[in-house]
């Protein structure tokens, strides 16, 4: 009985083991209603504690549905203008994702021996049914509202592939995926260098968005000793818009750290029409009155602010020593395995550039949008640009790092070798015995000539004290 209580009835076991479609249609209602509950919980919170609200609580409602369509991306409308929104606040995005990853990744490893399919789409299906309500509520008149057709475009294919993602995800280590270099001449192959370009390209990935993060915290802090905290005088309105402004604020601050990492590359972002926001020099005109738009640097050159094109370089290190390491023939549990010729070094570290220029690309247009029409229809990084300076950042440190971490992991006594001692090594008189590589020869030369000038050292000390070396 404890276990008949227990147990929801929905999750009672089906032919061959899985679940009745519904189930998994609820799932997918459940999860959206999780993620609306995020969104509408604050909303309706801020909406009580204001004294002076100009609306009832269906404008709040339609406001919070319209916010959880803008965090998938959906484009939705500002005012009786009309004025578009698509700035994605990127947190409320990436919660959505997770969770449709998750219920995706939980739906398909419960389906047991039935159709594999069947779950995820269900599941999707009722994702996209309170997305229908939605888009359907908010499409009235408010501060915000939706554009129906649009929006649930863009929620369903969201949807759609976070939960295919997740799906995949089950059987990911029964897929035998096709390598990515079998297609190129054996010399330019770098053998079972998938995985290994792909940690490296989410290492240079970490790197920047880590480098996007100091940038920001770093100007936060100028703001606040230097600029006499622009940012913090633009929270004096209330308790309930000091809430709400740090409510959006947070839910904006990765699109900010994206912003930063793009200022790091070098293309900078746009705060407008014209504007232009980069180590190089800041061109701003009228932004509006939020606290990460305070934190922008002055107008004029760059001066000092060109210091922060180090830190993509930094960003490339550990990809040229995960793909030199990798090169050299150690992989972790795949070790020993045979070394890479430097084409395919280079050729893999390529790949890992490219793999994180797209990335750059595909980030730094979903951090930007728009705001208002004409001149705020334009905010953030420019795609291209910014895949394209992340992609050669990485390709200028990650193939001549790689090549460099190859040379020494497998020069002598690097991959695990016996090394002899390099006067027996040497030949007659120190020189180097016949068969060894440069770098061995390298080496015993650099040996001999220490030797040399500790002994001349030793009889430049013994003449100055007067005393006469012996031959």
Do not use: K
Not at 13 to 34: C, F, I, M
Not at 151 to 178: C, F, M, N, P
């Amino acid at each position: 009985m404890t276990q008949l209580m227990g147990r929801p009835l929905l999750e009672v076991s089906g032919e061959l083991g899985g679940r009745p479609v519904l189930a998994d249609l609820l799932a997918g209602v459940r999860t959206a209603l999780v993620g609306l509950a995020v969104v509408g919980v604050p909303v309706l919170g801020l909406w009580v504690a204001t004294p002076y609200a100009d609306s009832d609580a269906a404008g709040a409602t339609r406001l919070a549905g319209a916010l959880w369509l803008l965090g998938h991306g959906a484009p939705v409308l500002r005012g009786a203008a009309d004025a578009p929104l698509t700035v994605t606040p990127l947190l409320l995005g990436a919660l959505a994702v997770l969770r449709l990853y998750r219920a995706g990744a939980g739906v398909a490893a419960r389906r047991g021996l039935r159709s594999r399919w069947g779950g995820p789409l269900a599941l999707w299906a009722g994702y996209c049914a309170v997305a229908v309500a939605v888009a359907l509520h908010c499409a009235g008149a408010g501060l915000f509202h939706s554009r129906v057709l649009p929006d649930l475009l863009v929620v369903g294919l969201l949807a759609a592939l976070a939960t295919a993602a997740g799906v995949r995800s089950v059987g990911a280590s029964v897929i035998d995926a096709e390598p990515l270099f079998d297609r190129l001449p054996p010399g330019w192959r770098p053998t079972g260098g998938t995985s290994v370009v792909g940690r490296a390209a989410g290492a240079a990935a970490a790197g920047l968005v880590a480098a996007g993060g100091v940038l920001v915290a770093v100007a936060a802090v100028l703001d606040a000793v230097v600029g006499g905290g622009r940012g913090t005088a633009l929270l004096g309105g209330g308790p309930a818009a000091l809430v709400g402004l740090l409510l959006v604020t947070v839910a904006l601050l990765p699109n900010a750290v994206l912003w930063g990492a793009a200022y790091a590359l070098g293309p900078g972002f746009e705060v407008g029409a014209g504007s232009l926001v980069s180590p190089g020099g800041t061109r701003l005109g009228p932004v509006p009155d939020f606290p990460l738009f305070a934190l922008l640097p002055q107008e004029g050159p760059g001066g000092w602010r060109l210091a922060a094109l180090l830190l993509p370089l930094l960003a490339g290190l550990v990809p040229a020593v995960l793909l030199g390491r990798a090169a050299a023939g150690r992989r972790g549990a795949a070790g020993g395995a045979e070394p890479w010729p430097p084409a395919a070094t280079a050729t893999a570290a390529l790949a890992a550039a490219l793999l994180v220029g797209a990335g750059a690309a595909v980030l730094g247009w979903l951090s930007g949008g728009a705001v208002a029409a004409e001149r705020m229809a334009r905010l953030g990084p420019v795609p291209w640009w910014t895949g394209l300076a992340a992609a050669g950042w990485l390709a200028l440190v990650a193939v001549p790092g790689a090549l460099l971490v190859r040379y020494r992991v497998l020069g002598p006594g690097a991959a695990g070798d016996p090394v002899e001692d390099p006067s027996e090594a040497a030949g007659p008189a120190g020189a180097p015995a016949a068969g060894q590589g440069a770098y061995a020869r390298l080496a015993i030369r650099a040996h001999r000539s220490a030797l040399r000038l500790r002994a001349g050292a030793y009889v430049l000390v013994l003449r100055l004290s007067g005393r006469r070396p012996a031959d």
